[in-house]
């Protein structure tokens, strides 16, 4: 058994990927694959009902707001989100956590005023800024929800007087979600939701139609909300795929249940850096992610023989990003506690031998 | 066996289904699904390549033109290609032949001077406009090659002393091509190339860097050029078996091969078509696609007669679009002769009880 820590696209529940090739191969209902079929189809149209439905379910999304399944990944949304509502001349609050949320600071500035009020770049984003508590003035607070690279992450949002639009790439589904705080929510599958290749959008409807500039049609939400994301031809695996994700969180208790599970699974693994004399965590305590746990060597000369003890013990993904060095572990809804603990078993041995 | 006529998502070879579905069971080489693999790992660092690395084979893209894979669709590349490629103020010649090119044409009249040098608007795009010799004062002509709706196709591209930009999406890989006569070739994948997720975009370098306009990151196809289709997250999967399709073209014989096989295919249902008389063809003799056979009954009231003939033998996706009437039979490259005679048998034991 492979124990799969990749950042994204990444680990997904055993029983479905089994559903999801033996539907490659031949879809009971119609004999044919999942990959050959229109999205006109019967078929598909109930699979993007019930990807909306059962995504609905989980996050308790009221009426008030569209469900989409888009393409372009959050990327996408880092330009299409001001694009679509923010009126040229006002002004927006961004906080900078690293990365992304550099990202989608420099295409928002495009289309308004963006005010960075708050930034962990000084110690290399390995902490979350302080948010002032009045941020009215500004017609949304855009946040990053959990740092995939940097290892950090929200464990509550903030009330500031203003809609959040939110990043969620990296731990949606991972616990339960207040959406009435949000005006969008965004998130590309291949972490917690699915595959690679579909980007889910959780809107406020209302918010839309208010800006007088020109948007083409592909990047307009309300494009998709009158189609039913099914304007041009959806990304139809990346979609079914996601569809199965989600009814696989419904019927093992739905995200509550996931938010013990995830808290199990990053207690027990920060426990052992923080227990282990050759380790270090890369991010102090209150801010630090239960889905991408950063890691550093106190003496870096250990590296390569750590991740050689990994690649021993069929540990993949978890060398760190660049931006950090160090390891990454990344333990999504999908990972069992006991690759967690084959992984804390793992950096005890390497202890005792070189400790 | 079911008979796959879908017009897209459709048929794909059975042999790339079999080994796409080994593959999101384990891909042996890592123990871990193609679902679920870092787009940054070995193995599809690789897949990338040999994707971009076959389509440059099969249809012999020089160095001058890059390859990507993106998302979006067709759709995206509407107001993407004159977004990138198109000055504002100067001039750009579209040929309306219907639905997709009639909506390339609305996305770029925000970026320049749209004027449409041909319509076959006036008899619902059955035949395909004639197009002037001398269209040197426009940037570029547009053209959609096939029409997937309305059943045209160009067999020959025009000279006309301006480069062409193309939207290919129904019968890339169909047959050779000089790639040389055209700026920008785009197809969405989920026809001739693979499933849906993943938008071929085939471009010449030169063309680009040359407007003045803000380009969001996500939209810049120099972006994408930089990052070898790897600045954000790729999809995975669409792009896998895309590889995979394109690599069976090139293991049965390349695009010249399978131009031999589409007009056998094609050849044999329009001759059966013009025989039987039940039926006729949607479109007139040269303007017919061999890719999206569409046909008409004489007699509408044998309408649920014939497709309960076809459900009966096993045939699915042959209703006609709703702009056109009647039937449409794809007859992509992954289809059989035999499934197209299994059509034409049905067509004719339907005509022996009602004709």
Redesign the interface.
Known sequence: ??H?F???????PQEV??K???S??NLTE????I?????R?EFFANVMTEAEAVCRRLLNVSDDYAVLFL??????Q??MAP?NILPSGESAAYIDTGAWST?AI??AK?YGNIVEVGSSKDANYNYLPEIESDLSKYKYLHLTSNNTIFGTQYQEFPDVGTPLVCDMSSDIFSRPLDVSKFDIIYA?A?KNM?????TLVIIKKSILGKVDR?I????NYETHIAKGSS????????IY?SMLTMQWVERHGGVAAMKVRNEEKATLLYNEIDRNSLFKSAVSEPYRSKMNVTFLLNDESHMDGFLAACKDN?I??IEGHRSVGGFRASIYNAMELSSVQHLVDVMKSFEAKNG
């Open positions: 058994m492979t799969n990749f950042a994204g696209p990444a680990i997904l990927l089994a999801a090739s033996e490659v191969k119609m004999g044919l694959s990959l050959e079929i229109s999205h189809s393409t372009g990944g959050a990327s996408s880092f330009f694009l990202k420099k295409e495009h590309g291949q699915g595959p690679a290749g579909t020109h083409p049609t592909m990047l304007f041009n031809t959806p990304p139809v695996l990346p795929v069929a993949v993904g």
